[in-house]
C-alpha cells in the first residue's frame, strides 16, 4: 500500500513557473514507477510525464522542453518543474505510483489527492 500527497500547485501567469511535489508513504518507494496525470475541466485525464524505477523518463510530447520530472528516492519524493507555462496546462494535476509504468492511467495502482494548477493569460 502506498500514499501519496501532492504539493506545489498555485496560480501563475502564462510563461511562469511552478514546481509539484509527491511525497509518497507505505510500501518501497523505489521499486515503483511514477507518474504524472493531470485533468482539465471537462477534459480526460492525461499522461503527463513518468519516471521508472531506474529513472528512465518518458514525457507526453505536449510538455518536452518544458516540464522536467525527476525523483529523490531518499526522500521518497518526485517533483515535477514545470516552466513556460501556458493557460492550457491548467488542470489537477495527480501523482500516480505503479509497479511498471506506462502512459495508461490503468498501469498505475496507487494515486494522490491532486494538486490544482491554474495559468492565467
Known amino acids: 500500500q502506498v500514499t501519496l500527497v501532492e504539493s506545489g500547485g498555485g496560480v501563475v501567469q502564462a510563461g511562469g513557473s511552478l514546481r509539484l511535489s509527491c511525497v509518497a508513504s507505505?510500501?518501497?518507494?523505489?521499486?515503483?514507477?511514477m507518474a504524472w496525470f493531470r485533468r482539465a475541466p471537462g477534459k480526460e485525464r492525461e499522461f503527463v510525464a513518468t519516471i521508472g524505477s531506474s529513472g528512465g523518463l518518458y514525457y507526453a510530447d505536449f510538455v518536452k522542453g518544458r516540464f522536467t520530472h525527476s525523483r529523490d528516492n531518499a526522500k521518497n519524493t518526485v517533483y515535477l518543474q514545470m516552466n513556460s507555462l501556458k493557460p492550457e496546462d491548467t488542470a489537477a494535476y495527480y501523482c500516480?505510483?505503479?509497479?511498471?509504468?506506462?502512459?495508461?492511467?490503468?498501469?498505475?495502482?496507487?494515486w494522490g489527492q491532486g494538486t490544482q494548477v491554474t495559468v492565467s493569460s
Open positions: 500516480a505510483a505503479g509497479v511498471y509504468g506506462g502512459s495508461q492511467y490503468h498501469q498505475y495502482d496507487y
Open positions: 507505505g510500501d518501497s518507494f523505489s521499486k515503483y514507477a
